[in-house]
């Protein structure tokens, strides 16, 4: 196998848009994490065609992964946790190659985790939260049982990387391992729910009473980017204009229901401007006793 990497990546680290190389081997108890191949090769680069080009390749019966990943698709995987065994990979892989330190000073912001990447983070964990206890609930309500469950699930799961960020750590893909660590109440929630025996309806109704607590205890934390960008100016902004803002743009489809839910709890407020036709108004948001 050394033999089969020793030339990829030398040949990667002559390139002068290679920023740095890492390895990561399998583990015996979580082969998962390399995807079930022996070993991975993560090289990241500055500028590339594709955010994404992989290779496999084989040799005396072991498998092995090379990943060219670009610095702006890594940061966004690392941003969103699209790709959470990146962030192993990026923490515990060994470092082939670093130009200009560029690996020890990521794992160093990583695992500083800067209060202002801390609050995007929550922030985009949140607006993800929001939407699946919202969408949830309204399957609880109309009796689809098996979709309120997934929702739920994916909501704790929500819940439990912004338990783990307000901590200050980055989420890993053993993520109840740290909450159990880190959050009690919320490891609890999802011990009772895939192991109860209670029936399906009953716990998903517990479950969604419980999670509107801790939700609304998270409001602070999740929605402080939201605020921060909002309160940069005194007037009202239109759904548009949050849009089309650079720092906005990352909550996505859930940026919406977000603001649904902040003006709910009288954490927004809106205001209504005239339009053209009589009786309709343009629906803005400001935050709320401002």
């Known amino acids: 196998m050394e033999d089969l990497i020793r ?10 848009n290679t920023l740095g190389i890492l390895l990561i ?26 955010p994404v080009f992989s290779k496999h390749y084989t040799t005396k019966g072991q498998k092995a992964a090379l990943h060219v990943v670009s ?12 790709n959470r065994k990146v962030i192993d990979w990026v923490l515990n892989g060994k470092v082939l190659f670093d130009r200009n330190e560029y690996v020890r000073q990521l794992r160093n912001r990583m695992l500083e985790f800067p209060e202002e990447a801390r609050r ?36 704790l799961h929500h819940l439990a990387r912004l338990a783990v960020i307000e ?27 895939v192991g109860s025996d209670e029936p399906l309806e009953k716990r998903l109704e517990l479950l969604f009473l419980a999670s509107e607590f801790l939700i609304h205890s998270r409001i602070p934390s999740g929605s402080a980017h939201l605020l921060n960008v909002l309160k940069r100016r005194e007037e009202a902004w239109s759904i548009g204009e949050m849009i089309a803002h650079p720092e906005l743009e990352v909550y996505s489809v859930d940026l919406v229901i977000m603001l649904e839910y902040l003006v709910d709890k009288h954490v927004l407020t809106t205001e209504e401007m005239p339009t053209k036709g009589q009786n309709v108004y343009h629906r803005y948001y400001k935050i709320a006793n401002r």
């Open 120 to 155: 995007l983070k929550m922030g985009v964990e949140f607006a993800k939260l929001i939407r699946r206890y919202t969408d949830g609930k309204v399957f609880l309500e109309t009796n689809q049982l098996l979709d309120a469950y997934n929702h739920v699930i994916h909501a």
């Open 71 to 82: 610095e702006e698709k890594l940061n966004e995987w690392l941003l969103f946790g699209s």
């Open 167 to 193: 901590k200050g750590f980055y989420p890993e893909v053993t993520v109840w391992n740290q909450v159990k660590q880190i959050d009690a109440q919320i490891y609890k929630l999802y011990e009772e729910l």
């Open 25 to 50: 081997e399998k583990k015996l108890n979580n082969s998962a994490i390399t995807d079930t191949f022996d070993v991975v090769l993560l090289v990241i680069v500055k500028d590339v065609d594709s």
């Open 7 to 16: 030339p990829i990546y030398q040949e990667r680290a002559s390139h002068r």
